[in-house]
T-cell receptor, first 116, second 116 residues
C-alpha cells in the first residue's frame, strides 16, 4: 500500500547526541518536505527537496541537515541535539502534477523528539 | 509572499449542529487552498482542496469548503458535527503563480471541539 513512513515515532535522548529521523514514501513522489511543529501549534517548513540530490532550506531556520540520495528516502539529521530541538517533526511528500492529485501533500505520522 | 489566517484558536459546537472553521488568505496570483485535519499525536490528513472550478468543494468525512475570491476566504463547513470531528484543523495556501516545489503556507490551526 502506498504510504509515507516515519521512524522512530517517539525518541528521548540526551544533549549532544547525534540523531537521524527517517522518512520514506512508497508513492513515487519527487517532492519531499520536513516540518517542525510544537504540540497543537502551527507547522514550520524547515527543509524541502525537489528530487534526488536536491535539498533546500525552508522558512524556519534549523540546525538540522537533510539528504536525498534516493527518491523514496529523505532523512533528517541533528549532529548534536539540544533541548531546544524538542518538538514534533513531520515529513510530507507530493508529486509534480498531471495526476489529478497535484499540489496535495501527504504527511507521515510524525516523530516526537525530546532532548533532555 | 503568501499567507493564511485562521482567526479562531478554538471553535466549540454541539453535536448535530453545523460547524464553520474560518480561513482567509493572501497570495499574489491564483490561490491553491487546502484543509487538513490533525488528530492527537498524528500527522496531518488531507480533507479537501480548491484549485479551480466550482467554488464549493466537497471533501472527506462530510466536510466542504467554499472559496470566496472577493472576500479571500476558504471557510471549512459541515452541516452536522460529530464528536469524532474534534481535532486540530489547518488551512493552507500556495500561490498558483510561483513554482517553489509545492511549498505550502499553513495557518496557525483551529481546535474544533464538538460536545454532546
Amino acid at each position: 500500500e502506498a504510504d509515507i513512513y516515519q521512524t522512530p515515532r517517539y525518541l528521548v535522548i540526551g544533549t549532544g547526541k547525534k540523531i537521524t529521523l527517517e522518512c520514506s514514501q512508497t508513492m513515487g513522489h519527487d517532492k519531499m518536505y520536513w516540518y517542525q511543529q510544537d504540540p497543537g501549534m502551527e507547522l514550520h517548513l524547515i527543509h524541502y527537496s525537489y528530487g534526488v540530490n536536491s535539498t533546500e532550506k525552508g522558512d524556519l531556520s534549523s540546525e538540522s541537515t537533510v539528504s536525498r540520495i534516493r527518491t523514496e528516502h529523505f532523512p533528517l539529521t541533528l549532529e548534536s541535539a539540544r533541548p531546544s530541538h524538542t518538538s514534533q517533526y513531520l515529513c510530507a511528500s507530493s508529486d509534480s502534477g498531471g495526476s489529478g492529485r497535484a499540489n496535495e501533500q501527504f504527511f507521515g505520522p510524525g516523530t516526537r523528539l525530546t532532548v533532555l | 509572499a503568501q499567507s493564511v489566517a485562521q482567526p479562531e484558536d478554538q471553535v466549540n459546537v454541539a453535536e448535530g449542529n453545523p460547524l464553520t472553521v474560518k480561513c482567509t488568505y493572501s497570495v499574489s496570483g491564483n490561490p491553491y487552498l487546502f484543509w487538513y485535519v490533525q488528530y492527537p499525536n498524528r500527522g496531518l490528513q488531507f480533507l479537501l482542496k480548491y484549485i479551480t472550478g466550482d467554488n464549493l468543494v466537497k471533501g472527506s468525512y462530510g466536510f466542504e469548503a467554499e472559496f470566496n475570491k472577493s472576500q479571500t476566504s476558504f471557510h471549512l463547513k459541515k452541516p452536522s458535527a460529530l464528536v469524532s470531528d474534534s481535532a486540530l484543523y489547518f488551512c493552507a495556501v500556495r500561490d498558483g503563480l510561483t513554482g517553489g516545489g509545492n511549498k505550502l503556507t499553513f495557518g496557525t490551526g483551529t481546535q474544533l471541539k464538538v460536545e454532546l
